[in-house]
Nanobody, 114 residues
Framework: QVQLVESGGGLVQAGGSLRLSCAASGSTLSTTPMAWYRQAPGNQRERVATLTTTDTTNYVDSVKGRFTISRDNAKNIVYLQMNSLKPDDTAVYYC????????WGQGTQVTVSS
């Protein structure tokens, strides 16, 4: 059974940066397209960044130019570098495959103050 563990969230002022990490046990993350998702209170979970097995990335418009998804194959970790954070980025962030194949982890809370 694959377990996903997200970390790196926190409280940051607008304009600040955070780097989220997603570690997986029971799966090799480099062999499947991965994604970061977020869910703000009262909203549906949305996919904000994707990374293919050939390292092609894609982002939702609201984070383009500010977020970067990447992967360390040796450590089996997927990252989300978040710069120029805005209060609208406040949410719980999750990682999963592009098709959300695995069970969801606990997520990591990101709170951006104005």
């Amino acid at each position: 059974q694959v377990q996903l563990v997200e970390s790196g969230g926190g409280l940051v002022q607008a304009g600040g940066s955070l780097r989220l990490s997603c570690a997986a046990s029971g799966s090799t993350l480099s062999t499947t397209p991965m994604a970061w998702y977020r869910q703000a209170p009262g909203n549906q979970r949305e996919r904000v960044a994707t990374l293919t097995t050939t390292d092609t990335t894609n982002y939702v418009d609201s984070v383009k130019g500010r977020f970067t998804i990447s992967r360390d194959n040796a450590k089996n970790i997927v990252y989300l570098q978040m710069n120029s954070l805005k209060p609208d980025d406040t949410a719980v962030y999750y990682c999963n495959t592009f098709s959300a194949r695995y069970s969801w982890g606990q997520g990591t809370q990101v709170t951006v103050s104005s």
